[in-house]
T-cell receptor
Framework: AQKITQTQPGMFVQEKEAVTLDCTYDTSDPSYGLFWYKQPSSGEMIFLIY??????QNATEGRYSLNFQKARKSANLVISASQLGDSAMYFCAMREGPNTDKLIFGTGTRLQVFP | EAGVAQSPRYKIIEKRQSVAFWCNPISGHATLYWYQQILGQGPKLLIQ????????DSQLPKDRFSAERLKGVDSTLKIQPAKLEDSAVYLC???????????FGEGSRLTVL
């Protein structure tokens, strides 16, 4: 079974608009962490934001926020005020359980920002 | 601060040949990871080192893949002999301590013909 599901292969958004990238996850462990990474065409994976399963508030980092809905097992990334430089692949990932560092990645969403 | 360095960036080989990739993590990062990213997929962990010891190599195809991290700093990932399905980007990542975010290099793109 897929641990991390990203159902949007591609998304388009106009510059300065907000966009939501979907991510759902599957785990029976009460302790886990959720990550979002950006991968531009250069290939490097850039860490964006982290949400712990026990965190009471949704994580925010500048223009990035994570809409964490624990009961629905979803961790959507919201990018506000999109910029042309936001065009890239975006990966959702999960660290499952307290005793592992392994990140399990989804298949990614390609975001394209147009003027 | 210098990021994770990887080389070579690109490598083309024929099947059954061997190849090696090198990674230099961020200074002071004890944990090092090698991920394989096949086109159209997310990265998959191959092996994780804590200093120079292996923490997790459960998804490393040990009949053809090997990795080492001598002296707990640089690491080398080797494939011998390569198969067509090994065509992928090999990403190296490091972290300051376990359970923190990973910092990735730009990857080494392997094409096996």
């Amino acid at each position: 079974a897929q641990k991390i599901t990203q159902t949007q292969p591609g998304m388009f958004v106009q510059e300065k608009e907000a966009v939501t990238l979907d991510c759902t996850y599957d785990t029976s462990d009460p302790s886990y962490g959720l990550f979002w990474y950006k991968q531009p065409s250069s290939g490097e994976m850039i860490f964006l934001i982290y949400q712990g399963s026990y965190d009471q508030q949704n994580a925010t980092e500048g223009r990035y926020s994570l809409n964490f809905q624990k009961a629905r097992k979803s961790a959507n990334l919201v990018i506000s005020a999109s910029q042309l430089g936001d065009s890239a692949m975006y990966f959702c990932a999960m660290r499952e359980g307290p005793n592992t560092d392994k990140l399990i990645f989804g298949t990614g969403t390609r975001l394209q920002v147009f003027p | 601060e210098a990021g994770v360095a990887q080389s070579p960036r690109y490598k083309i080989i024929e099947k059954r040949q061997s190849v090696a990739f090198w990674c230099n993590p961020i200074s002071g990062h004890a944990t090092l990871y090698w991920y394989q990213q096949i086109l159209g997929q997310g990265p998959k962990l191959l092996i994780q080192f804590q200093n120079n010891g292996v923490v997790d190599d459960s998804q490393l195809p040990k009949d053809r893949f090997s990795a080492e991290r001598l002296k707990g700093v640089d690491s080398t990932l080797k494939i011998q002999p390569a198969k067509l399905e090994d065509s992928a980007v090999y990403l190296c990542a490091s972290s300051l301590a376990t359970k923190r975010e990973l910092f990735f290099g730009e990857g080494s793109r392997l094409t096996v013909l």
